[in-house]
Each structure stands twice: as C-alpha cells, then as structure tokens.
Antibody
Framework: QVQLQESGPGLVKPSQTLSLTCTVS??????????WSWFRQHPGKGLEWIGY???????YYNPSLKNRVIISVGGSNSQLSLKLGSVTAADTAVYYC????????????????WGQGTLVTVAS | DIQMTQSPSSLSASVGDRVTITCRAS??????LNWYQQKPGKAPKLLIY???SLQSGVPSRFSGSGSGTDFTLTISGLQPEDFATYYC?????????FGQGTRLEIK
C-alpha cells in the first residue's frame, strides 16, 4: 500500500523559494503510470491544484502558478519535489502531495492516496 | 477555468438521515467528477471517481450520480464518522478545480 509523506521547512521568508519533498513508500514515481501531484489548502479554505508530474517526467501546472512552480523528481525515484518561487503571504497554506490514477477510458484521473499535509507559513 | 459550485455550503443532519450534496460545473465535464471527504486536520479522502464509481474500501452508503454539468453525492444512513466536509473535483479541464466544499454537521 502506497504511503506519501511531505517534508520541508515550515517557515519561508517572503520572496524566497518554498521547497518541499514528498517521499513515496511502497512505490516509485518513475513507474506505475501515475500522476504525482501537489495541492494546497489555504487556512480555512478549499483545495487548489498546483500541478503534477506524470511518471514519464512530463509536467502540468496550474496556469495561476505556472511561472513560479517546478515539480520534479527529488533525490531518488521515491521522492517528488515542489519548488515555488517568489513566495508571498498568499502562499501560506497546507501543502499536500497525492497520487493520481489515470482513467483507462478517457483523459482524466483521480487522487486516491494523499500525504498528511504540511503547513508552510510565509512570513519574515 | 471550470467553476464548480456545491450546494448547500453547509448542512445539518442526524445519524441515520439520507443526505444529498449537489455539484454543478460551469460547462460540461462528461462524467469526470470526483468526490472527496475531508475531516479537520486531515488530508482529503477519495470517495467516488468518475461520478459514480465507489472507491475501494468506501462504505456502500456513499453513492454518486450525474453527468454533463450536474452531479450529486448521496449518503444513505449517516454514521457519526461521516460528519466532515465534502468536495467535488472536476478532472475534465486544466486547471483541475474543486467546489468550495459542503460542511456536514450533526444536528
């Protein structure tokens, strides 16, 4: 059974780069045909999709963040990296990684496994 | 972006009740609609995918229906552990988007 765990600094200064790692246990992000994804949730608010990396390495980003975000393989094939540049207080949120399952009969997917989330606060 | 609108935003119900949550998309999304449950301080949990398919391990009291722009999540026979916030999510267009959530509270 796959498990995901986010890690990284809980406090980032404005204008700096937010860097998080998602460690996947029980699987490799380079196999299985999955979409490895990042989401965030602002305090008391709904969910926002940041982007995902297909197991081939192709990436897809939310246009609202596209100029600031990079999703890539981390230090090993079991780690997914998120980098978000030029952060402001508006980037304060709980960040989640998740696994996306592709639909065999159409161009869609759903997210069946999630990390527990990590709170990142942007403040000086 | 495809806007997802859930109704109601909040709902009070009792254990044993049948409740229905509605999600409407701003354009047709075929059946590319997923439902998640989220409890305070926890990650979302997948309940239903492609509008009506029950995720493995999810109790059969949860069901989903709909296609095009209008979708529903029904919980038949509420249990104490079902009180949570529910989100719909469309997987048709980029960016993926969620509804604003429906908070289900104990009456």
């Amino acid at each position: 059974q796959v498990q995901l765990q986010e890690s990284g600094p809980g406090l980032v200064k404005p204008s700096q780069t937010l860097s998080l790692t998602c460690t996947v246990s029980g699987g490799s992000i380079r196999s299985g045909g999955y979409y490895w994804s990042w989401f965030r949730q602002h305090p008391g608010k709904g969910l926002e999709w940041i982007g995902y990396m297909f197991y081939t390495g192709s990436t897809y980003y939310n246009p609202s963040l596209k100029n600031r975000v990079i999703i890539s393989v981390g230090g090993s094939n079991s780690q997914l990296s998120l980098k978000l540049g030029s952060v402001t207080a508006a980037d304060t949120a709980v960040y989640y990684c998740a696994r996306g399952i592709p639909f065999a009969h159409g161009p869609t997917n759903w997210f069946d496994a999630w990390g527990q989330g990590t709170l990142v606060t942007v403040a000086s | 972006d495809i806007q997802m609108t859930q109704s109601p935003s909040s709902l009070s119900a009792s254990v044993g009740d049948r409740v229905t949550i509605t999600c409407r998309a701003s354009q047709t999304i075929n059946n590319y609609l997923n439902w998640y449950q989220q409890k305070p301080g926890k990650a979302p949990k997948l309940l239903i995918y492609t509008a009506s398919s029950l995720q493995s391990g999810v109790p059969s009291r949860f069901s989903g229906s709909g296609s095009g722009t209008d979708f529903t999540l029904t919980i038949s026979g509420l249990q104490p552990e079902d009180f949570a916030t529910y989100y719909c999510q469309q997987g048709y267009g980029s960016p993926l988007t969620f509804g604003q959530g429906t908070r289900l509270e104990i009456k």
